[in-house]
């Protein structure tokens, strides 16, 4: 047997979504970008969607409109798909990657008090694969300071927090803007795509002539008119737009959401049992305030076990069991450069290179002992159970 990582779980409905589009005449981004991002808004109990081409980019145009310019400072975390911190980079910013919690992967709110300085413009947060990050915590940091707190949500759809004793998803407003993606590898996907949510309507409205070369007339409505209209654009902008093509792939499956975070939550809690007397790996526990909608499975390395992380992902793969870790940007030859990343001014670049200069040990232990295990809509129990017996021969 072999088991993805994820697998595809698009059917009739998407392609007849994408057959009505095609019909249509209108491919580019329009009426299905209108309704995908109202039905997103409502989804999620935000005031304002604005669909982009994907969540790096939402990261990179949230991060601009919230007035983030090059030599800033942003506040970040390392432990993210490396997206995260090229966004930061996109934008002439520098990341300071500040540690994590180890129980929700999502960044610490004292590590972050720690590292703001006069030259932070702004808090990049994660909700790291589905587990949403103690947003209350970080928002108390911020707030006496002025700082707007933007929420990389990529994982997060249909993702939930208690805030003032009531559930609610991410993505209804309480930083600034929560960016999310649509890449194959979420919950919803277009294929490639983003989505912004946010309460503030002027945000709201710069983003959409961002993400449009800051045209002063959108395409449909120029389409539709019977006055020539000559348009003219007011700042240097970018196209990021979504296709209309996409959005339809898009609505069906948001549609769905609630049953697809049903079955993805009995299939982690099936895990967990099976897992809570496993000898190597130990089960994540959800804290009480949060609901992760299971984007991704993470299991734990049990001190003293006998195989290290890469042998028991090896062992896996080698039985056709895909698997995953989440890596830590500081460490990436990328961002492995005090100029970067590190923050400490003079900087040794004989002590970063060897990775003494900027410690991060939570993101690190978490990097290195964490496995993410297959876990998908449509997986079948027959499925579960090859990826628990391959579990169970582990030799351990
Ligand atoms: C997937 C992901 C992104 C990037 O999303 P794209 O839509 O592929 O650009 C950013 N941040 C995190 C945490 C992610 O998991």
Request: charged share 20%; proline share 8%.
């Amino acid at each position: 047997m072999q088991i993805p990582i994820v697998r595809l779980a698009l059917g009739d409905a998407e392609i007849e979504a994408v057959s009505r589009v095609i019909r249509s005449g209108w491919v580019a981004q329009g009426p299905e970008v209108a309704a995908f991002e109202r039905e997103f808004a409502a989804a999620m109990g935000a005031p304002f969607a604005v669909a982009v081409s994907n969540c790096t980019v939402a990261l990179e145009l949230s991060l601009r409109v919230a007035g983030v310019r090059p030599g800033d400072d942003v506040a970040t975390v390392s432990h993210s798909f490396i997206a995260t911190a090229n966004a930061v980079v996109a934008v002439g910013a520098r990341p300071i990657f500040v540690d994590i919690q180890p129980d929700t992967y999502g960044m610490d709110s004292a590590a972050l008090a720690r590292a703001i300085t006069s030259r932070t413009r702004a808090i990049l947060c994660v909700h790291q694969i589905g587990f949403p990050c103690d947003l209350p915590a970080i928002l108390a940091v911020a707030r006496p300071r002025d700082l707007p707190v933007i929420e990389d949500a990529a994982c997060a759809i249909g993702s939930e927090i208690r805030i003032d004793g009531a559930w609610q998803r991410i993505g209804r407003p309480h930083g600034l803007l929560a960016c999310f993606s649509f890449h194959p590898r979420k919950l919803v996907t277009t294929g490639d795509g983003g989505m912004v949510t946010t309460s503030d309507p002027t945000l709201a409205e710069r983003l959409r002539s961002l993400r449009q070369h800051a045209i002063s007339t959108p395409n449909p409505a120029r389409h539709d008119s019977h006055q020539v209209a000559l348009e003219s654009f007011s700042e240097p902008a970018f196209n990021f737009r979504m296709t209309d093509l996409q959005a339809a792939v898009g609505r069906p499956q948001l549609a769905r959401l609630s049953a697809i975070i049903a079955e993805r939550r009995a299939l982690a809690t099936r895990y967990t049992e099976a897992l809570a007397d496993h000898p190597l790996l130990a089960p994540p526990t959800e804290p009480p305030w949060l609901r992760s909608n299971w984007q991704s499975y993470p299991t734990t390395l049990r001190p003293g076990g006998r195989m290290s992380q890469v042998e028991i992902m090896q062992f896996l793969l080698d039985y056709g069991v895909a698997s995953r870790r989440i890596g830590n940007a500081h460490a990436e030859p990328a961002y492995a450069t005090c100029a970067w990343s590190c923050g400490q001014e003079p900087c040794d670049h004989t002590a970063h290179a060897a990775g003494r200069c900027l410690r991060l040990p939570l993101s690190e232990r978490a990097r290195d002992t964490t496995i993410l295990l297959p876990l998908f809509h449509g997986m079948s129990p027959a499925e579960q159970d090859y990826v628990l017996h391959t579990l169970r021969a582990l030799p351990g």
